[in-house]
Each structure stands twice: as structure tokens, then as C-alpha cells.
């Protein structure tokens, strides 16, 4: 490839994450942070070389608008990466039951993500404008844009983990079933455990928890994902910034039914009103919920109930993990900078013989990664994420063949 860069793009509902990536020698060139998209105050910010920048808009703007700006007054200017630039990778969260690997986007890849995106609509729709935007701006990669799907990484799991105890037709006609999220960042830092801990891959046996606002935990058996806690959509599982996760489905009836609400506001309550933000009914930040923990109990709770969600999920799937666990993976950014909640987690795993070494976790955040396990632990590992180098050799390797 005479060209080694790639510019990758994840659109999220509230932030934009872009870099360019040197696809010969994994080196991140460039990255970026769109952030307060939407709000009164836009934050562009972006690193080069060591060097920071910074850019604030007061007003909402548009993402084609945004990624007009990132191609004409970062790439242009700075180092004339634009003309270097061989393909985009694009991060799209759901895949539906068609998409199953990484694609280089077409009119009909494009129809399928749209379809999918009743099971991601916080996502998907946004993931599409990021693409739209994208072929605005590169005109000349029109055919070189990849998706890169979050479900694709949990398609191995089998029918005993994805499907739902309803009438087997729902899945048949309609695709009803498991399909998880974060697989990016799962399967980055499962090579990155792998590497840490000189255990092949196919031989790993590792449980990975991703957690930020959203969040997610993976089972990984022989290299390969077995289960994973989000669902059809990304709302099920842990408990999330937002998001309520596991619940009974009852309740949504008994909110229809005898409370009288009707279905668009109760899925905007479980999406967007519930989780850390309605316990805590402080923030859904987990900073600014740790900065409280010990002096308002509401802050405490939510807490609490975080981590004993979280403490559940990884000890069923331990099961999974015929009689050896090799780590267990903290990344995100809550499980890579919360010594808290890395702390409270594993205080419920002694019978999984998980351990803290005190110091080591509190030394482990902003970027590092370590082993916070004590000696006679199972080894417990933080590996910070960088899904733009999963997106980006997927892109590389799609365009390559």
C-alpha cells in the first residue's frame, strides 16, 4: 500500500473520536475528540505529535460541518495528511443479523446498517452520518470506506447464549436474539491480554469488562467470545451511565399498563434517564459520583449497585470458562481510571480467588497499562483501549485484498 495512512471515524450521539493511523507501523499520528456535539459549546480538541490543540464552537454545527473542519484545518494544514490518507474505517455499534464481519461500505452495506439500527438507534443513524460525511469530504475514497461492527466480534457465540426464551419464530422471522456491543474494544484488549500474559490467543481464557457510559462484559474461551452481557440492542447488561440494563420486563408493563405512560416514554426513561443518572439523581459521570461517594449516600448507591451488577456478570461467566481463568480485563474509560470501582468489583470475587494489590491499582489509570493483581491472585489486568487500531487494520486489510 503506497499510502499508509487511515482516518478513522467513530460517531457517537454526543462526541466524535477521529485519528489517523500509520497502518505500517500501528503508530497513531493523529487524534481527535469532538465533544458536546449538539450542545450550546462545541469542544474540538486533537493531539499531533505530542502536541495539543484546541478549538471551541459556540454554537451547534452540524457533523458534516465538524468533519468539514477536522479535513480542512487539521488534515490540510498539519503535516498535509489528507492527500496521504489510503481508506476510512468507520466504527458502526449493530450489524443485525446480516453483518457479521467487517465491509466495505456500499449502497447495500448501508441499507443493512440502516435496518439494523432499531437495535442501536442511539447509534446507528449516527454511525451513518458519519459516513455520509465522510464521502462528502474524501470524494476520491468513495469505495474505500469500511464498516467495522461492534456485534461482529460476539458472532461466535453459540445459541445456548443468544437466544431468548420466547417463541423460537421471533428469532427465525425477525432476528430476535444476542447480539452484544463493544466487540472492538473487547477484542483489542483480549490481543492485548494475550501478548501481556505470553498466552496464544486460542489458548486464552479471559473475562473482559468494558466500562464507560456504556458498558459491557465479555466471555472469551479459547480466544473466541462465548457469551457477552449486552443484548439485542445495547441497553441490556450492566448497569450503564444512562442506560438501566437487566430488569424485569414487567415493569415496563406495569408502566404501561398502571401507570399509564406511553412506549416512547418509557424507552426514553430506560435509554436515557435511568442507570448511574436516575440512582444517583446526581450525574450519570462516575467522577463526579466518586468525588461524592463518601458523603452522599445516593452517590454511594449507585455505586454499590454498579459493581454488584458487574461482580455477577463476571463470576456467571466464569463458568463458562471450562475450570481456568486466565485474567480478568478491566478497559474503558470507568475500568481503566476508577480505582474505585476496580476495588469494590473485585472485593466480591474471593471465590474466584481474585485479588487487589492496593498500590498497583492505584497506580494503574490515565493510560497505563498493569497487572493490579496480588501474588496469589488470578492475574487481573487494566489494558487501556484503542479501538481506531482495531477499526484501522480492518480497513487496511479489506482494501489490501
Not at 15 to 35: E, H, R, T, Y
Not at 211 to 221: D, E, M, P, Q, T
Not at 270 to 279: A, F, M, Q, R, V
Request: aromatic share 8%; proline share 3%; net charge positive.
Amino acid at each position: 500500500m503506497c499510502n499508509p495512512l487511515v482516518f478513522t471515524l467513530n460517531c457517537g450521539s454526543s462526541s466524535i473520536k477521529f485519528a489517523v493511523i500509520n497502518s505500517v507501523k500501528n503508530k497513531i499520528v493523529l487524534s481527535g475528540l469532538v465533544d458536546f456535539l449538539g450542545f450550546s459549546e462545541i469542544s474540538i480538541s486533537w493531539v499531533i505529535e505530542s502536541e495539543k490543540y484546541n478549538k471551541k464552537f459556540k454554537k451547534s454545527i452540524s457533523y458534516l460541518d465538524i468533519i468539514r473542519f477536522i479535513v480542512c484545518n487539521i488534515l490540510k494544514q498539519d503535516l498535509k495528511m489528507y492527500d496521504y490518507i489510503s481508506c476510512i474505517g468507520h466504527r458502526v455499534v449493530h450489524g443485525g443479523s446480516n453483518l457479521k464481519k467487517s465491509e466495505i461500505i456500499t449502497e447495500k452495506i448501508i441499507r443493512h446498517i440502516r435496518n439494523a439500527s432499531f437495535f442501536a438507534p442511539l447509534h446507528n443513524p449516527i454511525n451513518l452520518l458519519g459516513i455520509q460525511a465522510a464521502s462528502v469530504c474524501f470524494p476520491h475514497l468513495k469505495k474505500k470506506n469500511i464498516a467495522v461492527f461492534d456485534t461482529a466480534f460476539h458472532s461466535t457465540i453459540p445459541k445456548t447464549s443468544y437466544l431468548y426464551a420466547i417463541p423460537y419464530a421471533f428469532y427465525k422471522k425477525y432476528g430476535i436474539r444476542r447480539y452484544g456491543a463493544h466487540g472492538i474494544s473487547h477484542s483489542y484488549v483480549m490481543h492485548g491480554a494475550s501478548e501481556f500474559l505470553k498466552i496464544p490467543v486460542p489458548k486464552l481464557n479471559i473475562i473482559t469488562c468494558h466500562l464507560g457510559n456504556g458498558a459491557s462484559v465479555a466471555a472469551i474461551r479459547n480466544g473466541i467470545c462465548v457469551d457477552t452481557s449486552m443484548g439485542l440492542t445495547p441497553l441490556e447488561g450492566l448497569v450503564m451511565g444512562t442506560r438501566s440494563g437487566d430488569i424485569d420486563p414487567a415493569i415496563i408493563f406495569f408502566m404501561y399498563n398502571k401507570l399509564k405512560m406511553n412506549m416512547k416514554d418509557i424507552e426514553n426513561i430506560l435509554i436515557k434517564k435511568s442507570g448511574l443518572l436516575g440512582l444517583s439523581e446526581l450525574s450519570s459521570d462516575l467522577r463526579d459520583l466518586e468525588d461524592k461517594y463518601s458523603c452522599n449516600s445516593k452517590a454511594k448507591l449507585s455505586i454499590d449497585v454498579f459493581c454488584h451488577r458487574l461482580s455477577k456478570y463476571i463470576s456467571s461467566y466464569s463458568s463458562l470458562m471450562e475450570g481456568r481463568l486466565d485474567a480478568l480485563i478491566f478497559t474503558g474509560g470507568i475500568g481503566e481510571n476508577s480505582c474505585l470501582i476496580r476495588t469494590i468489583t473485585v472485593s466480591y470475587l474471593s471465590l474466584l480467588n481474585c485479588k487487589i494489590n492496593k498500590e498497583s491499582n492505584m497506580l494503574i489509570k490515565f493510560g497505563k497499562k498493569g497487572l493490579i493483581s496480588a501474588k496469589d491472585s488470578v492475574s487481573i489486568l487494566v489494558i487501556p483501549t484503542n479501538e481506531e487500531l482495531v477499526i484501522a487494520k480492518e480497513a487496511v486489510s479489506l482494501i489490501s485484498n
